[in-house]
């Protein structure tokens, strides 16, 4: 857990205790080396991301990694919307090289070796960094990880239990799922996966326009689909591998 969002948790409490309660704190959340006055500081009045947070120059760049002055890495400006953290278009349809480029560049600036001789602080924010940058590329290379980030974006995500799906696609899904039980032929397992990677191929065509249009509704609709044929996926590939088949 960043030192970051302990202060936001510790907000109250720290506000106007004793030192003495700050290394109660410290030690409850496991944290090492964090200032005092730092803590306080995040605490108090949050995290100002148009300055850096070290030296409180005015930040011109937010994607910027390092401050323009001191040199000292800043917090990522974005949090929770990963096409911003990436600095590409919010859209279904990416172009994965400019993804992948990004991310290893990204990767590339927070390499430990990089904060050997930096600050506790620095190699912290480095770390929590890094794995943000991690969970997002995941998230945005994956077509449904991205197709449910947007949904997420524009307020209309899937609940866990979601209740209107088409009975007849239901039905169509535990045939599929049925002729995966039955086929046990490694040819017969392909052709099955290439018929589902065609589906999928085809629900992401059909997300991307939905996405284009505004269609949030239909677009939920396609992606509750591509769940399902992405979890089939799963299960003919894993019954490829247990069969020693490459597919």
């Known amino acids: 857990m960043s030192f970051l969002i302990v202060a936001r948790q510790i907000k109250n409490i720290l506000r106007s205790q004793p030192e003495a309660k700050y290394h109660t704190i410290i030690n409850k959340y496991k944290l090492r080396n964090i200032p005092y006055n730092l803590l306080i500081k995040y605490a108090s009045q949050g995290y100002n991301q148009k300055v850096c947070w070290k030296c409180g120059i005015e930040r011109k760049n937010f994607s910027d990694i390092f401050c323009s002055q001191c040199n000292v890495i800043q917090m990522p400006s974005e949090r929770d919307n990963y096409f911003k953290l990436f600095d590409i278009d919010e859209q279904f349809d990416i172009d994965s090289k400019i993804l992948k480029d990004k991310y290893k560049n990204l990767q590339n600036n927070l390499h430990p070796d990089r904060f050997i001789n930096r600050t506790e602080e620095e190699k912290k924010i480095s770390e929590n960094y890094s794995s943000l940058v991690n969970k ?23 609940e866990e239990k979601q209740s209107s799906v088409d009975p007849g696609f239901l039905m169509e899904m535990m045939e599929l799922n049925e002729e995966l039980d039955n086929n046990v032929e490694p040819e017969q397992l392909r052709q099955l996966n290439i018929k589902n990677k065609n589906e999928l191929e085809r629900l992401a065509q059909s997300i991307d326009e939905c996405f284009k249009h505004q269609n949030l509704d239909e677009a939920k609709q396609f992606v509750i689909k591509m769940q399902y044929y992405t979890s089939l996926g799963n299960r003919i590939n894993a019954k490829l591998r247990e069969l020693g088949v490459v597919d």
């Open 136 to 158: 997002a590329y995941k998230c945005l290379a994956t077509p449904l990880k991205r197709a449910e980030h947007l949904l997420k974006l524009s307020g209309s995500s899937i």
